[in-house]
C-alpha cells in the first residue's frame, strides 16, 4: 500500500505509476500529510484506516531490518518491490510525524489553532492560538 513517487491520471478509478521511475517511493510524507488534514476536517475513519494501511506497509516492506532504519522501495507495484539503501532525512522528521497526528487526539495541535508549514512544523496563527 505505498504509493508510487508519480501518479498519472487516466479514465480509470486508480492513480497509478507509469515509469520504472514513477515507481519507487523514497519515504515522502505529503500522502500521509493529506490522510492527516483530511482525517481532522472530516473525521471520517478510511483517511485513519488508509494511514494504518501506508505504516504497515512501510513497516513490511521498508524496514531495513531489525534494529536497523528504513528504506525507499524501487518498485511498490512488485511483490518484492526492492530496497535503495537510502533513508531520506523527511521520513524522520515528517512522515513519521503525520502518522503520529493521524492517530493522535484530534485536539492535540489543533488545525483551528495551527497551520503547519511545508517541513511539518506547527506554527502558532495568529489571533486563534492562545501562545
Do not use: M
Request: proline share 7%.
Amino acid at each position: 500500500n505505498s504509493g508510487p513517487e508519480v501518479f498519472h491520471f487516466n479514465n480509470e478509478t486508480e492513480a497509478k505509476g507509469i515509469s520504472a521511475g514513477d515507481k519507487r517511493y523514497i519515504l515522502r510524507p505529503e500522502v500521509i500529510e493529506s490522510y492527516f488534514v483530511l482525517y481532522r476536517l472530516t473525521r471520517d475513519p478510511k483517511y485513519r484506516d488508509w494511514g494504518w494501511s501506508a505504516a504497515q506497509a512501510i513497516q513490511k516492506y521498508s524496514q531495513a531490518g531489525p534494529g536497523r532504519g528504513f528504506s525507499g522501495l524501487n518498485n511498490v507495484d512488485s511483490a518484492n518491490p526492492g530496497q535503495d539503501d537510502s533513508q531520506q532525512t523527511f521520513f524522520l522528521a515528517e512522515t513519521l510525524k503525520y502518522l503520529y497526528l493521524l492517530f493522535s487526539n484530534p485536539g492535540l495541535i489543533s488545525l483551528d489553532q495551527w497551520v503547519f508549514n511545508t517541513e511539518c512544523h506547527p506554527l502558532p496563527i495568529k489571533g486563534l492560538n492562545p501562545l
